[in-house]
């Protein structure tokens, strides 16, 4: 939802995405939890059950090169060289420890994750469900009582095994040392960090006095989820700089702060996890893909189309984000070619169309193409769910990004950067980021070009960068009524015969570099895609 984050605001993320569930259906008052004294117990009524999710096999493979005729796919990647820092590993957790207090989580192998509700003197809370089993469902159960699948479940199969999110919610709640009116009334990155910087020591204080088995220090990733509706249910756009809203930040530890309604509980009992998805997204590294200064609820600027868990928590992470999390390796061409894709979801195929020059990084510019489809951790999206603006695509076809991942160096909390990251910069103790944002909006003097997308989808019918007002991407052209407002749908998978090439006028890239290879479908099928690859000439 929002994430505080360096380049923005200081050391904070900010994200301001409205989430909605498959079924939204909130909770009443049936059951009463009684908020008395700082430790209160999670009540237990009804037939709710909590069962763990069962892990699989860790996959601690290291990636290797695997070299055919006129294409490879990429081994482990070249390591970043500064002028004074040496070599810096590619991993996203090792290039933003480069920075004033930044932290994230590990991306690969086993973490661990503490999740504590918090409750306020001044407001009830009221459900008919077992409060500690259904919150233990929605991060590290299994599907039983899941609409989509619990938070473990998904980055275990995300990562295709290489990370897996162990945990515990606190068997008793954290009473919080700031009112909930007190809270509300909060209503910039500046108060709220400030604000959940205390609530998380607070915290810490408060968990080591308890008999949990464990001990939590400065720096440890907590997950907390409090006991009151979150104000974007009520308030609308104008509440997205709220306390109440989700959002991550990253100092002085990779902290979440989400609402328990954000679980919308059904009458069945089960869960919904994916807001908590999308902010523990926040907590190893990602950024939104979307314009997150905007206040349209379509998104004036959403160069993704809304369909991506770091836009608008639908469905799978892009394969630009999982290459940056270490979790698969794309194919790169080296000349004339054809390249059979799997689903991207389940096996981590995708196909990377390098510029003039490629850096052997996720971060460079280049297209990235990977093979969509309705299934693994796609299928609940695109099946379940009936609003057009709020859905997965139902059919497959390639999608194929434009990414502009490339690094630069920023003087300390400054939003302008110094120069390009490369091996004749001195890094000092300045920060690396990404030189460019998903965002329109004017800061720092400047606008960031509308085409200053970090990572964007083509539209499939125009070969463009997708760049119209509330863009929705689809698996079909159509213009509808939201409101009042006109969200376009737009194709954005491509299908066979279709691809760019020396025709595609509209495609123009920032490093002032050409892209060096055309693409076009030659095969859909339900277990693979085909993509036929050709130089394009100088």
């Known amino acids: 939802m929002r994430m505080l984050y360096a380049k923005k605001m200081g050391t904070l993320f900010f994200d301001s995405r409205k989430i909605l569930p498959i079924i939204v259906k909130m909770k009443k008052c049936w059951g009463k939890l009684v908020l008395a004294g700082c430790a209160v117990s999670l009540f237990a009524c009804g037939n709710f059950r909590y069962a763990a999710y069962t892990f699989g096999a860790l996959d601690q493979t290291q990636f290797r090169m695997s070299s055919y005729e006129d294409y490879y796919r990429q081994g ?11 070599e810096i590993p590619a991993k996203i957790a090792d290039i933003y420890s480069y920075g004033p207090k930044r ?17 306020f003197v001044d407001v009830g809370f009221s459900v008919n469900e077992n409060v500690h089993d259904a919150i233990s469902e929605a991060f590290f159960g299994d599907s039983s009582f899941n609409q989509y699948v619990s938070l473990a479940e998904y980055y275990d199969k995300s990562s295709y095994h290489r990370l897996q999110v162990e945990g515990e919610v606190t068997k008793d709640i954290f009473r919080c040392p700031d009112t909930y009116a007190s809270l509300l009334a909060k209503a910039n990155a500046s108060q709220t960090k400030s604000a959940l910087t205390r609530i998380y020591n607070a915290a810490i204080e408060w968990y080591n006095q308890q008999d949990y088995g ?4 400065s720096g440890d990733a907590v997950y907390f989820v409090y006991l009151a509706p979150y104000s ?3 308030d609308g756009r104008s509440a997205r700089s709220s306390m109440m809203w989700a959002f991550t930040v990253n100092d002085p530890a990779p902290i ?11 009458d069945n009992g089960a869960v919904d996890a994916h807001t908590y998805i999308h902010e523990f997204g926040h907590m190893l590294g990602l950024r939104d893909y979307y314009d997150a200064n905007s206040y349209s609820d379509l998104s004036a600027c ?3 189309g809304r369909m991506d868990m770091m836009d608008c928590s639908l469905g799978e992470h892009n394969a630009f984000s999982k290459m940056m999390l270490d979790w698969m390796r794309p194919y790169v061409p080296t000349g004339e070619c054809e390249i059979t894709l799997r689903p991207s979801s389940g096996n981590g195929d995708a196909l990377l169309l390098p510029l003039t020059t490629y850096n052997g990084t996720p971060y460079d510019e280049y297209l990235l193409l990977e093979y969509y489809t309705p299934s693994y951790l796609n ?8 609003d057009p603006k709020m859905s997965l695509m139902k059919k497959s076809g390639i999608k194929a990004y434009h990414v502009d991942g490339r690094l630069a160096v920023f003087d300390e909390r400054g939003k302008t950067p110094v120069s390009f990251l490369g091996e004749n910069v001195t890094v000092g103790n300045h920060t690396i980021d990404f030189y460019y944002e998903n965002s329109g909006y004017e800061e720092g003097g400047y606008i960031r070009g509308l085409s200053g997308f970090m990572i964007h989808l083509l539209d499939a019918s125009s070969k463009s960068m997708a760049l119209v007002e509330n863009y929705i991407a689809s698996d079909h052209n159509e213009d509808i ?11 954005c998978l491509f299908n066979v015969n279709e691809g760019v090439d020396l025709s595609t006028s509209e495609l123009s890239f920032h490093k002032n570099e050409t892209l060096s290879y055309g693409f076009k479908v030659t095969e859909i099928a339900p277990t693979h895609a085909k993509i036929s690859v050709f130089p394009l000439s100088k």
């Open 379 to 386: 299928a609940a999206d695109a099946t379940l769910r009936t």
């Open 76 to 86: 482990e990647y070249s390591g970043l060289k500064t002028l004074d820092k040496g």
């Open 256 to 266: 979440c702060w989400s609402s328990y309604y954000m679980m919308h509980v059904r």
């Open 103 to 119: 932290k994230v989580l590990p991306s690969t192998g086993k973490t661990y994750l503490t999740v504590i509700p918090v409750d």
């Open 481 to 491: 009524a939201v409101g009042g407002e006109v969200a376009h749908l737009r194709d």
């Open 302 to 304: 959403s160069p993704l």
């Open 214 to 217: 464990r001990t939590l220090t």
């Open 232 to 234: 974007g249910m009520e």
